[in-house]
Nanobody, 127 residues
Framework: QMQVEESGGGLVQAGGSVTLSCTVS????????WGWFRQAPGKEREGVSC????????EFGHSVKGRVTIDRDDAKKTVTLQLNDLQPEDTAMYFC????????????????????WGRGTQVTVSS
């Protein structure tokens, strides 16, 4: 069974941090790019971060640059996103998805090239 599952969200105070995990099963993991996206109510889904197939390329969205790290563990089939200095505008549902084969985050800001989306994990930041 193909499954992408996000976890780690919750209610966080402004200035705090959150670590989100994406666990994959039933899918080829290692040769693909993986990305994190978020969507707030009434807004379009936006790219947060991407890590390429070999972990050597990382890209970050403009709104989170400098506050976010992304890592992958191919043995465990997980992608981890840490977001620091959270602000109320970071409140959103966060999703993980698989990008193109052997890609280097070339179009990560757009969700279109991504497939196999998880159901998301909610991050709510209180001021």
């Amino acid at each position: 069974q193909m499954q992408v599952e996000e976890s780690g969200g919750g209610l966080v105070q402004a200035g705090g941090s959150v670590t989100l995990s994406c666990t994959v099963s039933g899918l080829t993991f290692g040769v693909y790019t993986w990305g994190w996206f978020r969507q707030a109510p009434g807004k379009e889904r936006e790219g947060v971060s991407c890590i390429n197939y070999n972990g050597r390329v990382r890209e970050f969205g403009h709104s989170v640059k400098g506050r976010v790290t992304i890592d992958r563990d191919d043995a465990k089939k997980t992608v981890t996103l840490q977001l620091n200095d959270l602000q109320p505008e970071d409140t959103a549902m966060y999703f993980c998805a698989r990008g193109p084969l052997y890609d280097s985050c070339s179009e990560f800001l757009s969700p279109d090239p991504y497939e196999h989306w998880g159901r998301g994990t909610q991050v709510t930041v209180s001021s």
